[in-house]
């Protein structure tokens, strides 16, 4: 069992950066494909990316590709997502999850069975 919480979140403008972080406290972090959801206002929550056990294969989806990077650290427990060139449609709250699937098998939703609580990301036009 792993207990995930994000940080990181806030207010910036189109264009600007920030840089997400998820602390996972329970044994053995490094046995979990990592992802990173998001939820905007009103809709359903999607994938956006997810990193191998080792951080050696990273997946993203279209709509962040080029501009989100996830990566882990393993000996602190932490997965990061560094979002640059933010844009309006970026805004919503923004889930570590973390899974047992492999992570060439872990792109879905329901593949990841260990959530954090979310924290906001608000981009400004």
């Known amino acids: 069992q792993v207990q995930l919480v994000e940080s990181g979140g806030g207010l910036v403008q189109a264009g600007g950066s920030l840089r997400l972080s998820c602390a996972a406290s329970?044994?053995?972090?490094?046995?979990?494909?990592m992802g990173w959801f998001r939820q905007p206002p009103g809709k359903e929550r999607e994938f956006i990316a997810r990193?191998?056990?080792?951080?050696?294969?990273?997946y993203y989806a279209d709509s962040v590709k080029g501009r989100f990077t996830i990566s882990r650290d393993n000996a602190k427990n932490t997965v990061y997502l560094q979002m640059n060139s933010l844009k309006p449609e970026d805004t919503a709250v923004y889930y570590c999850a973390a899974s047992t699937y492999s992570g060439l098998y872990a792109l879905e939703e329901y593949k990841y069975y260990y959530w954090g609580q979310g924290t906001q990301v608000t981009v400004s036009s």
């Open positions: 329970g044994r053995t972090f490094s046995s979990y494909t």
């Open positions: 990193i191998t056990r080792n951080g050696g294969s990273t």
